[in-house]
């Protein structure tokens, strides 16, 4: 039942309901919760329905774990050249193909150059990380940009863009990037990132424009123009806020999506090309020496760590973003 | 007649029905209003009243420029607001705000109630001298707390929340305000608190309203003049007396017919008109006189010639060949 916290100074009026007994302090009080609350120098506060999501994120044990794993793989990643003991092309001849040990801080072993192979992951997460956050933001922004033109304009503009969308969802990517990634990409990183974020934007696209299809009916929306307000101001202060959730959503996931798309490519040799390594390219440098378990191994269960990492996040910012749920109190 | 703050003069609206999926066309087209005429004086209350789908909605939405018009023209002080754009109409809509029906979705449910009522004045850059005040005393001028606007509407009653709409349409110091059925959401008691609030402001800030609603009694209630609408076309306007005391449409009868009478007395004794059939599809509306198919005083003429809304047997105008006023049903309550 609802629990006053008298650090929190605040309750939700939709929890209105009379509980049948409150604590406050540890004390029994009667079933007039309000009341109660009122004489102990509480005030009710207006919660707005962020402050209801980042509780309710906050609650989802699940998507927490996903976050803690998130950040301390992501935070390894992102300062690689404090955390890993090596430089990523540092070869040291004496220690060829060494199996997983703690002397010289060779935590997941050397390859058959002898370079240290943790730092190597490390420094892969970096490259990996940096992928799927910039094809996440990039192919966020575009596929809102194109949603909510096509979605508040509709008619011809709508058809044109959407159709468009359409086309882009039926080029079968692999192939395409593949082409584009031996005849241009040349292995920059940026380059592949620009690529893949030309093939993620299509589904926040979609999403966008549905959402601004719906709410550009909605009577506050006529209301607003009924007070004079523009159409910049329409999309940006009465319709981009319900979109935002989704937004989230699909952004984190396209985060996984792409360092899964990255590796694939970058196995099949069309992505990042050697010495930088990518949880990708290691995967695929590993397959050179299938006796190693190690050389797989380890990548490997990077990528899925993160994915995973990165799904359960996902999941929990669509339970916590989606505003019929209002079941978390406190 | 004093010059009119509002004239519409022939307002037509079409909305096509569209098919298809990539290549769109009009298969069909709705005729949610065909060729509406009325005047609104300063300071009075003008009622359009009608059952659902007979394009009271639509005229509010012309009136208010938020749907553009096929045809017609729309009349303002003297001034053309027929095609009005860009600053002209920002310049508009400092003249004529709008309450709209369903408290439940014109309030923004990601704004704060400060942010609703006060988006008018962000707009119109009128924030910066006195936002904040103009908020609080907007606020309490329906009968709000000046704290309530740190909420969010989900916190509030529907009655509350129409206090709030009306609070944002009064921001502007509107000269005309349109009441696209301001009470028929909101349950009886709530109501008359807000018709009261309503009749209030008008007396206090010279009003004008063009209530639209589609309860006789509330419109009784409130209005100065009467429109009766029928299939996107005004069949007779009268002063409320008038038309209450002596209809002559008979679909205005027919209306009135069905108001009930509180007294159960009365009410056993009274004969109602009771009509037959459905409104006809606004997409194939029936020919001449729209109401003939469903009229018990339709004749041959009613399907050949369409009458005209005009001055025919008594004070006021009404569209209908027969234009007469019923015999009285029962003995006036009085």
């Known amino acids: 039942m609802t629990e006053l916290d008298p650090k929190a100074h605040s309750i939700p009026l939709a929890d209105r309901v009379a509980p049948v007994e409150q604590t406050i302090d540890g004390e029994i009080v009667a079933p007039a919760g309000l009341e109660a609350a009122f004489q102990q120098g509480m005030e009710i506060k207006a919660r707005s329905q962020w402050d209801y999501a980042r509780r309710r994120f906050l609650r989802h044990r699940l998507a927490m774990l996903g976050l803690v794993g998130l950040v301390i793989i992501f935070g390894a990643g992102a300062f690689a050249n404090f955390v890993a003991p090596y430089s990523f092309s540092e070869i040291d001849l004496n220690n060829l193909l060494h199996a997983p040990t703690t002397q010289g801080h060779h935590f997941f072993g050397t390859d058959s150059i002898g370079r240290d192979y943790f730092s190597r992951v490390i420094w892969g997460i970096r490259t990996s990380e940096e992928i799927g956050v910039f094809v996440a933001v990039v192919s966020s922004i575009m596929g809102l940009i194109i949603g909510a033109i096509a979605g508040y304009y509709g008619g011809v503009v709508d058809n044109l863009l959407m159709r468009f969308t359409d086309l882009v969802l039926t080029l079968p990517a692999l192939a395409i990037l593949a082409t584009v990634g031996a005849l241009w990409g040349g292995g920059s990183q940026w380059r592949i990132s620009f690529i893949l974020a030309f093939f993620f934007w299509t589904g926040i696209a979609r999403v966008v424009r549905g959402v601004f299809l719906s709410l550009r009916e909605k009577e506050y929306v006529e209301a607003a123009k009924a007070a004079g307000a523009g159409d910049a101001r329409i999309m940006f202060r009465h319709i981009l806020p319900n979109t935002l959730g989704p937004i989230i959503v699909n952004g984190t996931i396209s985060v996984a999506a792409a360092i899964l798309t990255e590796a694939a490519l970058s196995f099949i040799g069309f992505g990042i090309k050697p010495p930088t390594p990518s949880l990708g390219v290691l995967v695929q440098e590993g397959q050179t020496n299938p006796q190693q378990w190690w050389l797989t191994v380890f990548p490997g269960l990077m990528i899925v760590l993160i994915v995973l990492c990165v799904n359960f996040m996902g999941d929990g910012l669509r339970d916590a973003l989606d505003p019929t749920q209002r079941r978390i109190r406190a | ?334």
């Open chain 2, 1 to 334: 007649m004093t010059e009119p703050l509002l004239r519409a003069d022939g307002l037509v609206k079409h909305f096509p029905v569209l098919r298809g999926v990539v290549f769109r066309r009009a298969v069909a087209e709705v005729h949610a209003v065909d060729g509406v005429s009325f005047e609104i004086a300063p300071g009075e209350t003008f009622g359009v009243v009608g059952e659902s789908g007979c394009g009271k909605t639509t005229v509010a939405r012309l009136v208010m420029r938020l749907v553009d018009l096929d045809d017609g023209t729309l009349t303002s002080d003297g001034e053309d607001i027929t095609r009005v754009r860009g600053e002209a109409l920002r310049k508009l809509r400092l003249k004529m705000q709008i309450i709209f029906q369903d408290p439940f979705a014109s309030l923004n449910p990601r704004m704060t109630v400060g942010d609703i009522v006060g988006e008018p004045l962000h707009i119109h850059n009128m924030w910066k001298d006195g936002g904040p005040r103009r908020v609080r005393e907007l606020l309490d001028l329906v009968g709000l707390a000046a704290e309530h606007a740190e909420r969010y509407p989900h916190e509030f009653s529907g009655g509350q929340r129409q206090r709030i709409g009306i609070a944002r349409a009064l921001a502007l110091h509107p000269k005309l305000v349109v009441c696209d059925e301001p009470v028929s959401a909101l349950d009886v008691s709530m109501r008359a608190q807000i018709l009261n609030l309503l009749k209030h402001l008008q007396e206090e800030f010279g009003l004008t309203y063009l209530f639209i609603s589609h309860d006789l009694s509330v419109v009784r209630q409130v209005c100065d003049r009467v429109a009766v609408m029928y299939l996107g076309q005004v069949v007779e306007v009268a002063e409320r007396d008038a038309l209450f005391d002596r209809a002559l449409h008979p679909y205005t009868q027919a209306l009135i017919s069905a108001i009930p009478i509180p007294d159960p007395e009365l009410e056993r004794k009274r004969r109602r008109i009771v009509l037959q059939g459905d409104v006809p599809s606004p997409q194939d509306p029936p020919r001449a006189c729209r109401f003939h198919t469903r009229c018990f005083k339709a004749q041959e003429i009613c399907e050949q010639i369409e009458p005209e809304l005009e001055q025919r047997c008594d004070d006021h105008p009404a569209a209908c060949h027969f234009a007469e006023p019923r015999a009285p049903v029962v003995e006036s309550p009085a």
